[in-house]
C-alpha cells in the first residue's frame, strides 16, 4: 500500500499512495466543480454536510481576504514583509479544519490560513510582520507554535513533540506544515529519520506550490517530492492542494494512522503560490504567464463555489454572508495592524529568556549607553 520505488532496471513501477490509488493526485472534486467518487477517500469526508461545505468556502474567502488585506497593508508601509498564500487556501483550510483542539501545528511563515482556523487574534497575525514584537499569539491558547522563518526548522520542533506525545500516553498529534524546498533542507530530512525510527505521531504536510522562492521544483525533484518518505520508512500521499474535501480526506487518514500509534504520514497536496513568495519578490520575472493561467483555471475557491452552485447552495444569502464576515475580518485586521505602537527600544531584550541572564543584561547595558550616544545629537 506504500508508494513503490525504481526497480532494477531502470524502469519504475506503479506509484502508489496509501489506499493503493496509481500516481495520479487524490482527488474528489475536479477544476469545474464536478464532485467525483472514490470508494476508497469517501468515507473519510462522508460527515462533510452542506452547512460544512458553505463553511469550507467561507473559511477559504475570509483567508484570501486576510491574505490580499495584509498584502495592501504592505504595500502602504504600515507592515514591513508579508508572505503571501493566494492560490492555497484549500491545503491549508481543509487540512486544518480536522485537526482536533490538542493536536498541535509546527508551521512555516505563510500558513496565516492554518491560524485563523486555530483561533489566532487577527493583530497578532500582523504583529512581527509589523516588528513590533518578537512573535506574535501564544502558542499554547490555540495549540499552534508561532512561524518559523528558518526553512524547515519547524519539522524537527514537530517531531520532538509528537515523541511526547507517544511517551505521555495520548493520542494527540502533530502537523508540520512547510513548502516544497524544505524538503531539500538538512532539517526536514532528518526529522524524517527521527520520526520514522521512534513512530512519532506527526503528520508532514507539504505544500508544493511549485516555486522555492524563484527555483521551480523541477530543478530539485526529479520524481514527485511524496517519493522522498518512503526512503525513510514513512508512508506517502500525493493530492489535488487545490480541492479542499480531497485535502481534507488525505490529512484524516493521516491523522488515524497517527492516532492508532502507526507512527508518521507524508502528504504532498500539489497546489501552486498564485502570488510571490513574499511581498519583496516579483514573480513576474520568472513565471510563464501561460502556465499561470492554467493554475488560476484550478482555483480552489471558485471550484467549491461550482459544487455548491451545482447543488443549489451558492445563494444570494450566503454570497452576501460570506462577503459581510470577510469584509469584518479584514476591518479587525487593519484597526488592530494600526494600533500598534512601536515598543521602546529595550524591550527587545524583554522574554528572552525566562530567568536572568548575565550576558543578556550587559548586551541590555551596552545598547542602552549606545541609544544614549544619540541624545541631544539634533541640537
Known amino acids: 500500500m506504500l508508494r513503490s520505488t525504481p526497480v532494477s532496471d531502470d524502469r519504475t513501477t506503479t506509484d502508489f499512495d496509501l489506499l493503493g490509488h496509481p500516481e495520479d493526485l487524490v482527488q474528489l472534486l475536479t477544476p469545474t466543480g464536478e464532485r467525483v467518487a472514490d470508494p476508497a477517500y469517501d468515507e473519510w469526508v462522508s460527515d462533510v454536510s452542506d452547512e460544512q461545505l458553505a463553511s469550507l468556502y467561507e473559511d477559504m474567502v475570509v483567508a484570501r481576504r486576510l491574505d490580499t488585506e495584509a498584502t495592501a497593508l504592505q504595500r502602504q508601509g504600515q507592515l514591513g514583509l508579508w508572505p503571501p498564500l493566494l492560490g492555497q ?13 490538542d493536536d498541535f501545528v509546527f508551521s512555516s511563515y505563510r500558513e496565516n490560513g492554518v491560524a485563523y482556523v486555530r483561533g489566532a487574534d487577527l493583530t497578532d497575525m500582523v504583529r512581527v510582520w509589523r516588528g513590533v514584537g518578537h512573535s506574535g499569539w501564544n502558542p499554547y491558547e490555540i495549540g499552534m507554535a508561532t512561524p518559523a ?13 509528537a515523541i511526547g506525545c507517544k511517551h505521555d500516553g495520548v493520542d494527540s498529534v502533530a502537523i508540520t506544515y ?39 521544483v523541477g530543478l530539485q525533484a526529479a520524481r514527485p517530492i511524496a517519493d522522498r518518505a518512503p526512503g525513510f520508512g514513512i508512508p506517502s500521499m500525493r493530492v489535488d492542494g487545490n480541492d479542499v474535501l480531497a485535502v481534507m480526506a488525505v490529512t484524516r487518514v493521516a491523522l488515524d494512522r497517527a492516532r492508532r500509534g ?4 507524508f502528504i504532498e497536496a500539489v497546489t501552486y503560490r ?8 516579483d514573480p513576474s520575472r520568472y513565471v510563464d504567464p501561460e502556465v499561470e493561467a492554467a493554475w488560476a483555471a484550478k482555483d480552489p475557491i471558485i471550484r467549491l463555489q461550482r459544487l455548491l452552485e451545482s447543488n443549489g447552495l451558492f445563494t444570494d444569502e450566503l454570497q452576501a454572508s460570506v462577503t459581510a464576515k470577510a469584509d469584518a475580518v479584514a476591518r479587525e485586521m487593519r484597526d488592530g495592524c494600526h494600533s500598534l505602537d ?17 550576558g543578556l543584561e550587559r548586551q541590555k547595558s551596552q545598547y542602552a549607553a549606545y541609544l544614549a550616544g544619540f541624545e541631544g545629537s539634533a541640537s
Not at 513548502?179 to 512519532?200: H, I, L
Not at 498564485?274 to 519578490?281: A, K, N, Q, R, W
Request: net charge negative; with cysteine.
Open 178 to 216: 512547510f513548502g516544497d524546498g524544505a524538503t531539500s533542507q538538512g532539517d526536514v530530512n532528518e526529522a524524517m529519520v527521527f520520526a520514522a525510527s521512534f513512530k512519532a505521531p506527526v503528520v508532514f504536510f507539504c505544500q508544493n506550490n511549485q516555486w522555492a522562492i524563484s527555483e521551480p
Open 274 to 281: 498564485m502570488g510571490p513568495h513574499t511581498t519583496s519578490d
Open 149 to 161: 522563518v528558518i526553512i524547515g526548522a519547524q519539522t524537527l520542533h514537530a517531531t520532538g513533540y
Open 262 to 265: 502507526e507512527g508518521p504520514t
Open 342 to 358: 512601536a515598543p521602546e527600544a529595550l524591550t527587545v531584550f524583554d522574554h528572552v529568556y525566562t530567568t536572568p541572564h548575565s
Open 89 to 101: 487556501e484549500a491545503a491549508q483550510i481543509g487540512s486544518a479544519r480536522v485537526l482536533r483542539s
